[in-house]
């Protein structure tokens, strides 16, 4: 069954804003969360030209009872199909480079938090509902990273946060399996937005943001547990965690880091 009820954080900009285009169309209702009230309406304008009911909130993942509030404000509106944690940060989306306590704190509370903050109400509502013998009750979809997949000492606080949205995500896709609630984890190698504009060094298979967005609507139909590409990366960046770890440490070592400061 294709989802109608969608909410998407971070929908104002890069994978957010592609998913919510890529998704937009008739009979389609469409939550889109994101902080830039100006770049979201872009974003809610365009979906409704497309012909989705869309409506915009602006909301700061880190702001659990707004998250909450949101949620099930939505959730009463048009019951919820598929809820992606979407939004996150990077260093360099901050431009405040990774060593600083206070950016390590921001991008754990974005990636992690954040991710909590969505996924935690959305799960109260779609576990509350009555569920027909063999259909789903709703999807959860976290995106993650391959940074998430080895510890990367470039962006040591991202790909940490990556590696716990990760985790949570495909222990939850086990455990609520039975209860009729998907849950998928997306793994992304670099694609072409905002938040890689930032980086200096070349982006190995550098995928346009609308191809990303269609690969993730696929794995989502499929409802496939783990949705990683492009699969060279996926297979390199698994190929990392075989090694032993003196040899991916030393590789590690001379990969370039991911800000410049
Ligand atoms: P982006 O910077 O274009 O989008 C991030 C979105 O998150 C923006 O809409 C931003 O406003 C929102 N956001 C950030 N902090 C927020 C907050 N506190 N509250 C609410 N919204 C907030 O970058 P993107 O590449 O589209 O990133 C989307 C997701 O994809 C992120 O989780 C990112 O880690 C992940 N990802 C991206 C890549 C890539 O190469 N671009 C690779 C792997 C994973």
New binding site residues.
């Given amino acids: 069954m294709q989802p109608r009820s969608i909410l998407i954080?971070?929908?104002?900009?890069?994978?957010?804003a592609a998913l919510a285009a890529c998704y937009a169309g008739p009979g389609m209702t469409l939550h889109l969360?994101?902080?830039?009230r100006r770049r979201l309406s872009q974003v809610v304008d365009r979906c409704r030209l497309l012909g989705a009911a869309a409506i915009g909130r602006a909301?700061?993942?880190?702001d659990a009872a707004a998250m909450a509030r949101w949620i099930n404000d939505a959730d009463a509106r048009a019951p919820l199909d598929l809820v992606i944690a979407?939004?996150?940060?990077?260093t360099v989306?901050t431009g405040t480079g990774d060593d600083g306590p206070a950016a390590v704190r921001h991008v754990f509370a974005?990636?992690v938090d954040?991710v909590l903050n969505t996924v935690l109400p959305a799960l109260d509502r779609i576990r509350g509902r009555a569920r027909r013998p063999g259909a789903w009750r709703g999807q959860i979809a976290i995106?993650s990273?391959?940074?998430g997949l080895r510890g990367m000492p470039g962006a040591p606080a991202y790909s940490a946060s990556?590696a716990a949205e990760k985790a949570w995500g495909e222990a939850l896709a086990v455990r609520l399996a039975p209860e009729g609630v998907a849950v998928s984890v997306v793994l992304?190698?670099?694609?072409d937005?905002?938040?890689?504009r930032g980086n200096y060094f070349r982006m190995p298979m550098l995928w346009p943001v609308d191809k990303a967005a269609r690969m993730i609507r696929r794995g989502l139909r499929r409802r496939k547990r783990r949705i990683a590409f492009p699969l060279p990366m996926y297979l390199g960046a698994w190929f990392l965690n075989v090694l032993p770890r003196f040899v991916s440490d030393w590789l590690l070592a001379r990969a370039p880091a991911k800000s410049k400061s």
């Fill in positions: 954080t971070g929908a104002s900009s890069g994978i957010g969360g994101g902080r830039d909301v700061d993942v880190t979407n939004a996150g940060i990077s989306t974005v990636n954040g995106v990273s391959l940074a990556k992304p190698g670099f694609v937005t905002p938040m890689t």
